[in-house]
């Protein structure tokens, strides 16, 4: 089934420590998004990139870089994990083209981040 | 900057009432977008706005858009459990390489 995958699902990280959450999709589609929910703020627009090897600082993009080396992955690192970055974090994919503008973005099931 | 802002950000209501859920954004923009989100679930896109006057329905949701007055609502008929949610808009900043504006969403619980 075409669609994003996320992973982990779920992780419990001391602070400090360095972490990678993982998002491909296997849509083809060229832009790229992860985004941070946290209860009472929304989504909230971390980094993008909008075509294989680009990526942007979305809203709130401290303490965390992402690579986009190929169009299917879109990897999202901490490089310190801080409390602070106890979040569900949320990859998503769009195509800049008319199907995305019918289809909106496709979003993966999220990863829920504990750091203690 | 595009803002996009949801009223109300609660709302409990009983079974077989009517509510109407506002969104508001504050420049122009031609594509907006409703979204549903469950419990400890991701996003699931509910309906696409595409021009002025559109309206979609999907059983018991109506969503609309004024591009002129720069509103959609998200018109909820007969109002049944399984339509309690948390539900967002997103709008397309037309100079941001299609990226979307999110409100903040709108909690909606249902009593039976």
């Known amino acids: 089934i075409a669609g994003i995958t996320q992973a982990p699902t779920s992780q419990i990280l001391a602070a400090g420590r360095r972490m990678t959450l993982r998002c491909t999709q296997d849509?083809?589609?060229?832009?790229m998004y992860w985004y941070r929910q946290d209860l009472g703020l929304g989504l909230r627009l971390i980094h993008y990139?909008?075509?294989?090897?680009?990526?942007g600082k979305g809203e709130v993009p401290d303490g965390y870089s992402v690579s986009r080396a190929n169009t299917d992955d879109f990897p999202l690192t901490l490089a310190s994990a801080v409390p602070s970055q106890t979040s569900v974090y949320f990859c998503?994919?769009?195509?800049?083209?008319?199907?995305?503008?019918?289809?909106?973005?496709?979003f993966g099931s999220g990863t829920r981040l504990t750091v203690v | 900057e595009l803002k996009v802002e949801q009223n109300p950000l609660f709302l409990s209501m009983q079974e077989g009432k009517n509510y109407t859920i506002y969104c508001n954004y504050s420049?122009?923009?031609?594509?907006l977008y409703w979204y549903r989100q469950d419990p400890g679930k991701s996003l699931e896109s509910l309906f696409v706005?595409?021009?002025n006057g559109a309206v979609k329905q999907e059983g018991r949701l109506m969503a609309s858009l004024d591009t002129k007055a720069r509103l959609s609502t998200l018109h909820i008929t007969a109002a049944v459990h399984d339509l309690s949610a948390t539900y967002f808009c997103?709008?397309?900043?037309?100079?941001?390489?299609?990226?979307?504006?999110w409100g903040a969403g709108t909690k909606l619980i249902i009593k039976p």
């Open positions: 997103a709008v397309v900043a037309l100079d941001s390489n299609y990226q979307l504006i």
């Open positions: 420049t122009t923009s031609d594509r």
């Open positions: 706005l595409l021009s």
């Open positions: 849509m083809r589609h060229n832009a």
């Open positions: 990139s909008n075509t294989a090897g680009t990526t």
């Open positions: 998503a994919s769009s195509d800049s083209n008319r199907r995305q503008i019918l289809y909106g973005y496709t």
